[in-house]
């Protein structure tokens, strides 16, 4: 674990003293120092705010010797270039797998998002989520499913099961195709993603209903990501009208409308 010596050389590049970094991180000095000095270990919460301010995926706080970079190579990750970006080896994810050690689909109910949010990691976590088999799957991938809340992805039904394959090389995301990403703030979202993970470090998120506004997540704020694959529902998603049947149910509500105001004009 290399975070107590990635923090002191994040700070000493930034120009920063051990009071500038802990007022701006609402803690005492002396707690900083207990961690650089490794003397104590960081907290859940306290990995957090350290991603933040640095700009650093936790991960890499705390699986990467900073000190081996090279001047270009830490001059990427100050840039935002995380080296989690790529995916490697270090990106280890918890999974379970049957009697016949073949990978589970464990699912993650509604009930269940919040401690996946910090449990995500957590092998214990993860052994206690109800798992599956989807037979037409490949074997060869893992996929995990997640129970959609809401109804920011309609006409996907809310409590819809969407499962996912596990993204190993973020790159590999393609725009317009829909992704289910965790992140510490926002949890699990189902969206249709735009990658801009190279020039700007981010994913942009939009939402399938419209009333929803797109949003954006930095790279060292993710912790997962899952290409949508399928979804589950018991419920028949809304009848599409067709174009002509909607011009003119449009012009209806029109008709309607004016004669609403000519009626409201009269009287």
């Not at 920063?16 to 007022?23: E, I, K, L």
């Not at 990106?91 to 998002?113: D, G, M, P, Q």
């Amino acid at each position: 674990m290399y975070f107590s010596t990635n923090i002191k050389l994040l700070r000493k590049r930034k120009g920063r003293t051990q009071d500038d970094v802990a007022f701006a991180l609402n803690m005492k000095r002396s707690t900083l120092s207990g961690y650089e000095n490794e003397v104590s270990l960081p907290t859940i919460q306290a990995l957090i705010s350290f991603s933040k301010y640095f700009g650093v995926a936790m991960d890499t706080l705390v699986k990467i010797d900073l000190r081996t970079l090279t001047e270009s190579q830490f001059s990427q990750l100050e840039r935002g270039g995380d080296v989690y970006l790529k995916g490697s080896n270090l990106r280890v994810l918890t999974t379970t797998v049957n009697s016949s050690n073949e990978e589970n689909i464990e699912l993650v109910s509604v009930k269940a998002k919040a401690g996946y949010t910090t449990g995500f990691a957590d092998p214990e976590f993860i052994r206690d989520l109800p798992v599956f088999q989807l037979p037409f799957l490949s074997r060869q991938k893992k996929y995990r499913t997640f129970q959609l809340s809401g109804d920011s992805m309609l006409p996907i039904p809310d409590g819809s099961y969407v499962t996912g394959e596990f993204v190993q090389d973020w790159n590999a995301i393609i725009s317009g195709h829909g992704y289910i990403v965790l992140t510490l703030d926002e949890g699990i979202v189902f969206k249709i993603a735009e990658n801009v993970l190279e020039t700007e470090h981010k994913l942009r998120l939009f939402s399938l209903n419209p009333i929803y506004e797109p949003f954006e997540v930095h790279a060292s704020e993710i912790k997962e990501i899952w290409k949508f694959v399928n979804y589950i529902s018991s419920e028949i998603p809304d009848p599409m009208i067709p174009p002509d049947e909607l011009i003119r149910t449009v012009a209806g509500l029109k008709k309607d409308l004016n004669l609403l105001k000519s009626r409201m004009g009269k009287e």
